[in-house]
């Protein structure tokens, strides 16, 4: 499947809200480090990145339904984690309820909440929008 940058953002809402995904603090600037996979105008899976120095957080990964299993997410995935490292992000936090295992597989490894950086832990996902019972994992894309 084709990945590309800024799906429409209007695309991105709708797949995260099929996907039960928080979209309520993404304000159009967001969508610059958001990516798409599959027909550019009706993505099949989108990811989002936020970067904050040398750390950045991965979020809204959601693939539809009919495309898993097919590769989509793991390509977001990588993809993301490129344009974290292209823009000096080092190390990558994700929040999430459903998916440890396939962020496992990607070689995120789980952590303890307290230890994700401020930064991270000030963003709207961390403080507000995932539940406390959100699993907190990391990935060092830099030595």
Do not use: W
């Amino acid at each position: 499947m084709h990945i590309y940058p800024r799906p429409p953002a209007s695309k991105v809402k709708e797949l995260l809200a099929a996907c039960n995904l928080p979209a309520s603090d993404l304000e159009a600037a967001d969508f610059e480090h958001f990516f798409g996979c599959g027909v550019e105008a009706e993505p099949k899976g989108v990811v989002g990145v936020e970067l904050y120095g040398e750390v950045g957080l991965l979020r809204s990964l959601a693939v539809e339904e009919a495309a898993r299993g097919h590769g989509c997410g793991t390509r977001l995935v990588k993809e993301a984690e490129k344009h974290a490292v292209a823009n000096g992000v080092e190390a990558l936090y994700l929040l999430t309820t459903t998916a440890e295992e396939f962020f496992r597989s990607q070689g995120y490894m789980k952590i303890e909440r307290a230890s994700v950086p401020e930064a991270i832990r000030r963003t709207s996902e961390f403080s507000t929008l995932c539940p406390s019972t959100a699993t907190a994992m990391v990935k060092v894309l830099k030595a």
